[in-house]
T-cell receptor, first 116, second 112 residues
Framework: GAVVSQHPSRVICKSGTSVKIECRSL??????MFWYRQFPKQSLMLMAT?????????EQGVEKDKFLINHASLTLSTLTVTSAHPEDSSFYIC????????????FGPGTRLLVL | AQSVTQPDIHITVSEGASLELRCNYS??????LFWYVQSPGQGLQLLLK??????LVQGIKGFEAEFKRSQSSFNLRKPSVHWSDAAEYFC??????????FGTGTQLKVEL
């Protein structure tokens, strides 16, 4: 149980385009989803927290107009990187908590974004 | 604010040897503590967690961790390491709003 999927697993796009990443909880209802960014050989940095049906809460320094997060249902959250630039290239990982995971975050497999 | 320190960036052990990965945390209240493992290019898999109760926690893949409040530590241990255990290991502390603060990770290499 407590499986989280992400799609796509990797994406290459041109600079200036927008990219959408999906995060789904497959076997539980995710009341809260988190989006992280991980640079090579570094730890995870929390970007934002999203609760189903409400606006996401962004961490300090994260541009909310650039990283659009939508959590419209209890099983799906999306992260859209708008007007992507090469510096947005990174590994993006989502996680989810809900019932019955409780306080435990379960992570998706991540999405590798490369902006050319 | 909470913080997590993993003092060892890299650790190399021989297959079959015992393993201990260190984790120290700073948090004002009773912490929720987690260990996750990440294989290259993959997401994080939960190994074990501590919320309350017995301070020695058993996890998957033969891992265990011990919560020591006096030392603010939550070290991960395994009595006999397998080659497939080679990965990046992250310790994390749970804060208010279910947020997690991660340590910088320890890269484990297993020599055959």
């Amino acid at each position: 149980g407590a499986v989280v999927s992400q799609h796509p697993s990797r994406v290459i796009c041109k600079s200036g385009t927008s990219v959408k990443i999906e995060c789904r909880s497959l076997d539980f209802q995710a009341t809260t989803m988190f989006w992280y960014r991980q640079f090579p050989k570094q730890s995870l940095m929390l970007m934002a927290t999203s609760n189903e049906g409400s606006k996401a809460t962004y961490e300090q320094g994260v541009e909310k107009d650039k990283f659009l997060i939508n959590h419209a249902s209890l099983t799906l959250s999306t992260l859209t990187v708008t007007s992507a630039h090469p510096e947005d290239s990174s590994f993006y990982i989502c996680s989810a908590i809900g019932q019955p995971s409780g306080e435990t975050q379960y992570f998706g497999p991540g999405t590798r974004l490369l902006v050319l | 604010a909470q913080s997590v320190t993993q003092p060892d960036i890299h650790i190399t052990v021989s297959e079959g040897a015992s393993l201990e990965l260190r984790c120290n945390y700073s948090y004002g209240a009773t912490p929720y503590l987690f260990w996750y493992v990440q294989s290259p290019g993959q997401g994080l898999q939960l190994l074990l967690k501590y919320f309350s109760g017995d301070t020695l926690v058993q996890g998957i893949k033969g891992f265990e961790a011990e919560f020591k409040r006096s030392q603010s530590s939550f070290n991960l241990r395994k009595p006999s390491v397998h080659w497939s255990d080679a990965a990046e290991y992250f310790c994390a502390v749970g804060a208010g709003g279910n947020k997690l603060t991660f340590g910088t990770g320890t890269q484990l290499k297993v020599e055959l």
